[in-house]
């Protein structure tokens, strides 16, 4: 029996959005540079036909977390809002109708479909990897559990749990491992939809809540807020300190052109009151956190709000097992529509699949990233490919963390500042398996690095990089592992794709973090 072998030049496993820019970039160098179409492919464990895009699609995440710039630089440098993206980026944002923040689903999946469509791309929806067949170091072809046979020279993984680069025999870290907690993980979200709540109510809610929560003499809004702390006085007191800011005004939610930031704790005290549970994520598994909202055409409001804990096993399996929700998360988003609808909200729908925030890191990077290289500015300037600046947020926490650092000898605070650094691709890039990158949360970061690391911002800049340095390695006859930043950087030049380069360095918190590094993560790592 002769098996059925399709050939490629260069396949990308898992459709998250910085994978799919990647192998857009890939076709469009390739016909750059030889006037002909590549033969890509773009595989999915997930439905194509239900959206591509990944967590951003299917997942719903409609909030984008974009780069975090202060005022002053920003001015001082001439830079927009959101600084300045890879050029790629900011094409699928603006074919998606993005205005800051908000990234409608449907408008996203369908710029992506045009854009492949137009770069010549081939799409596999609901693959299964059997196995993966090498030649020495490098992967040859993905067999699928149909018994169907994809050959290509080159392979990027665009999945949160670099499931090909494992199945390609790269060791992954477990959870946080790389601080020797390889149990402990990141929440992850079941992002909703609802519809007939407007901002304008919403505030409104936001305020009445802000108000009797704070009000001691409101004796049924205190009993209120008594049920949502678990009738623990000082939770209760705490809950009530941060409806208020340093000044003494009530924390009020921010409402953006396209976003609305919550900011205080007094519509979860609402709905955990309502819900009967304990408004501390330590000991609740499911929360509604402070919630991030977009703001989308038809009052839709898209709301990344409610965290379910997990362990790395449970993260693992998730993703493993195409993002699905489970009944308990499902069970918890009737509650949640049930209080919803009590507000005036039509409808409440939540996405298809989860959003995981992270499921481990590779080890064997060609080289490592981690957090005191971020607060050192990152790559050097002259061979950046983009710069980024965001915070080391590791939103619902990593469980044992402080516990950890303090059985090392930390005892200073675990909140470091945010870091404006120089992006490269070598992180991204696998030593052993040579023909391989992982552009996901779960590329080669250590440390506090993939905290930042897993922005899809950050990770598009960096699969344009990848994209682009898979070409140059097809067509130089060399491995992906041995392209360097600066053989990418040469092509944006040329193309005129180079976004503004402006990150730098923090000396002081990168030494801070370097020392918490050598102490609590390498030791782990070894």
């Given at each position: 029996?002769?098996?059925?072998?399709r050939?490629?030049?260069?396949?990308?496993f898992?459709?998250?959005?910085?994978?799919?820019?990647?192998?857009?970039?890939a076709?469009?160098?390739?016909?750059?540079?030889?006037k002909l179409y590549p033969?890509v492919?773009?595989?999915?464990?997930?439905?194509l036909?239900?959206g591509?895009?990944?967590?951003?699609v299917?997942?719903?995440?409609?909030y984008?977390?974009?780069t975090?710039?202060?005022?002053?630089?920003r001015?001082?440098?001439g830079?927009d809002?959101?600084?300045?993206?890879?050029?790629?980026?900011?094409?699928f944002?603006?074919?998606s109708?993005?205005?800051?923040?908000?990234l409608?689903?449907?408008?996203?999946?369908?710029?992506?479909?045009?854009?492949?469509?137009?770069?010549g791309?081939?799409?596999?929806?609901?693959?299964?990897?059997?196995?993966?067949?090498?030649?020495?170091?490098?992967?040859?072809s993905i067999?699928?559990?149909?018994?169907?046979?994809?050959?290509?020279?080159?392979?990027i993984?665009?999945?949160v749990?670099?499931?090909?680069?494992?199945?390609a025999g790269v060791?992954?870290?477990?959870?946080?491992?790389?601080?020797g907690?390889?149990?402990?993980?990141?929440p992850?979200?079941?992002?909703?939809?609802?519809?007939?709540?407007?901002?304008?109510?919403l505030k409104?809610?936001?305020y009445t809540y802000?108000?009797?929560?704070?009000n001691?003499?409101?004796l049924?809004?205190q009993?209120f807020?008594?049920h949502?702390?678990?009738k623990?006085?000082e939770?209760?007191?705490?809950?009530r300190?941060?409806?208020?800011?340093?000044?003494?005004?009530?924390?009020t939610?921010w409402?953006?052109?396209?976003y609305?930031?919550?900011?205080s704790?007094?519509l979860?005290v609402?709905?955990?009151?309502?819900?009967?549970?304990?408004?501390?994520?330590?000991?609740?598994?499911?929360?509604?956190?402070?919630?991030n909202?977009?703001?989308?055409?038809?009052t839709?409001?898209s709301?990344?709000?409610?965290?379910?804990?997990?362990?790395?096993?449970?993260?693992?399996?998730l993703?493993?097992?195409?993002?699905?929700?489970?009944?308990?998360?499902?069970q918890?988003?009737?509650?949640?529509?049930?209080?919803?609808?009590s507000?005036?909200?039509?409808?409440?729908t939540?996405a298809?699949?989860?959003?995981?925030?992270?499921?481990?890191?590779?080890?064997?990077?060609?080289?490592?990233?981690?957090g005191?290289q971020?607060?050192?500015?990152?790559?050097?300037?002259d061979?950046?490919?983009a710069?980024?600046?965001?915070h080391?947020?590791?939103?619902?926490?990593?469980?044992?963390?402080?516990e950890?650092?303090?059985?090392?000898g930390?005892?200073?605070?675990?909140?470091?500042?945010?870091p404006?650094?120089?992006?490269?691709?070598?992180?991204?890039?696998?030593?052993?398996?040579?023909n391989?990158?992982?552009?996901?949360?779960?590329s080669?970061?250590e440390?506090?690095?993939?905290?930042v690391?897993?922005?899809?911002?950050?990770?598009?800049?960096?699969?344009?990089?990848?994209?682009?340095a898979a070409?140059?390695?097809l067509?130089?006859?060399?491995?992906l592992?041995?392209?360097?930043?600066?053989?990418v950087r040469?092509?944006?030049?040329?193309?005129?794709?180079?976004?503004?380069?402006?990150?730098?360095?923090?000396?002081a918190e990168?030494?801070?973090?370097?020392?918490?590094?050598?102490?609590?993560?390498?030791?782990a790592?070894?």
């Amino acid at each position: 029996m002769v098996s059925d072998v399709r050939y490629y030049d260069v396949i990308c496993f898992g459709d998250e959005v910085p994978g799919v820019l990647a192998i857009i970039s890939a076709a469009r160098e390739y016909r750059r540079r030889t006037k002909l179409y590549p033969k890509v492919l773009l595989m999915s464990k997930g439905s194509l036909q239900a959206g591509i895009g990944g967590h951003l699609v299917r997942g719903g995440l409609a909030y984008l977390d974009r780069t975090q710039i202060d005022s002053e630089l920003r001015k001082s440098l001439g830079l927009d809002t959101f600084g300045s993206p890879a050029a790629i980026y900011q094409e699928f944002l603006q074919k998606s109708g993005v205005t800051e923040i908000a990234l409608d689903p449907r408008k996203a999946s369908a710029a992506l479909r045009e854009m492949l469509l137009q770069a010549g791309c081939s799409l596999l929806s609901k693959v299964e990897i059997r196995s993966i067949n090498k030649q020495g170091q490098k992967i040859v072809s993905i067999v699928t559990n149909k018994g169907t046979i994809y050959a290509a020279k080159q392979f990027i993984d665009a999945t949160v749990n670099a499931e090909l680069a494992q199945a390609a025999g790269v060791r992954k870290l477990k959870g946080f491992e790389t601080f020797g907690l390889p149990d402990s993980e990141l929440p992850v979200t079941l992002v909703f939809e609802t519809q007939g709540l407007t901002p304008r109510k919403l505030k409104e809610l936001d305020y009445t809540y802000l108000k009797r929560f704070t009000n001691l003499a409101d004796l049924e809004a205190q009993k209120f807020l008594s049920h949502a702390a678990g009738k623990e006085i000082e939770l209760a007191e705490e809950l009530r300190k941060e409806m208020i800011d340093t000044r003494g005004n009530l924390k009020t939610l921010w409402a953006g052109k396209d976003y609305i930031d919550v900011r205080s704790p007094a519509l979860s005290v609402a709905y955990h009151s309502f819900r009967g549970t304990k408004l501390l994520f330590s000991q609740t598994s499911a929360i509604l956190d402070e919630g991030n909202i977009a703001v989308l055409p038809d009052t839709r409001l898209s709301w990344n709000a409610i965290l379910f804990a997990v362990n790395s096993r449970e993260a693992e399996f998730l993703a493993k097992n195409g993002s699905l929700p489970t009944p308990k998360m499902l069970q918890e988003i009737s509650f949640v529509t049930t209080w919803l609808k009590s507000l005036g909200a039509t409808s409440v729908t939540p996405a298809s699949e989860l959003y995981i925030r992270h499921a481990g890191n590779i080890t064997g990077a060609v080289e490592p990233l981690t957090g005191s290289q971020m607060l050192l500015g990152g790559v050097p300037a002259d061979e950046a490919i983009a710069t980024f600046s965001y915070h080391f947020d590791v939103r619902g926490g990593i469980p044992g963390i402080g516990e950890k650092a303090e059985a090392k000898g930390w005892f200073k605070s675990l909140s470091f500042q945010k870091p404006t650094f120089n992006i490269g691709i070598r992180h991204a890039l696998i030593k052993n398996v040579p023909n391989l990158a992982v552009v996901s949360p779960a590329s080669g970061f250590e440390g506090l690095a993939c905290s930042v690391g897993r922005i899809v911002e950050f990770n598009a800049a960096v699969g344009q990089g990848v994209g682009l340095a898979a070409i140059n390695a097809l067509l130089t006859n060399r491995n992906l592992a041995d392209i360097s930043n600066r053989d990418v950087r040469k092509i944006l030049v040329e193309t005129r794709q180079l976004p503004k380069i402006y990150g730098f360095a923090n000396s002081a918190e990168g030494t801070l973090m370097a020392q918490f590094e050598s102490l609590v993560v390498y030791d782990a790592i070894a």
